[in-house]
């Protein structure tokens, strides 16, 4: 038995992934998903790392008002393009991008994902940036906790402390409940802003 998504979220969830445009496995993605509806409810998203731009297009669909989305670069899959999210094409360690992203925002940030640069200096440098401009009470994902490519966003996840939620796809839930994805290369960590 699968983790059931909202209707207008497994529209969503189906379109990124029917045109491969999303980077996340299908246990961590649906799971992340729903607590973001149920729990969350975010006013203004954030991403780090747009790439073909599939998780925004999901983050957006649980988002109510704004989602911003970052990449050095535009890869961004027409499929999933939504006049809703702002693709914004700047390094997200430079100070100006915060500037910019605050500004076209209009509020603060309820959920700040982080999947951009993995390396350990990137990452940390990522958190140590954005970690203020999310509001108190709202929530930092870090993406690639479990990853064995990315030792750098694992020592980041275990030195942060706090009210924490490890979102890791395992082989039972392969095996068992048959959700799809490459064990080991994933892993979405969750901490709040206290
Ligand atoms: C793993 S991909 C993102 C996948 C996407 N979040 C998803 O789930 O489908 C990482 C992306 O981060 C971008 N990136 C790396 N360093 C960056 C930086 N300093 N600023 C903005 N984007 C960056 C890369 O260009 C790449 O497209």
Redesign the pocket.
Known sequence: MKLELPDHLDEAYTQATSCA????LEYEIRFLLIWLHDVVKPNYTV??????G??AYVLDAVTTEKTVT????R?VNPAVQNLNILYVLK???RPETGIHVTQALGGPIDFLFI???HSEE?VKSDYRIWRPRVRSGGWIGL?DINNDSCPGVRKLWESIQGEKIEIVQTPYHNNVHGYSGQIGCGGIGVVKKP
Not at 70 to 73: A, L, M, N, Q, S
């Open positions: 445009s999303i980077g996340q991403e780090i790392g747009t790439n073909m599939g998780m970052i990449d050095t670069h890869l390094n997200s360690q999947d951009g640069d990137g993406h």
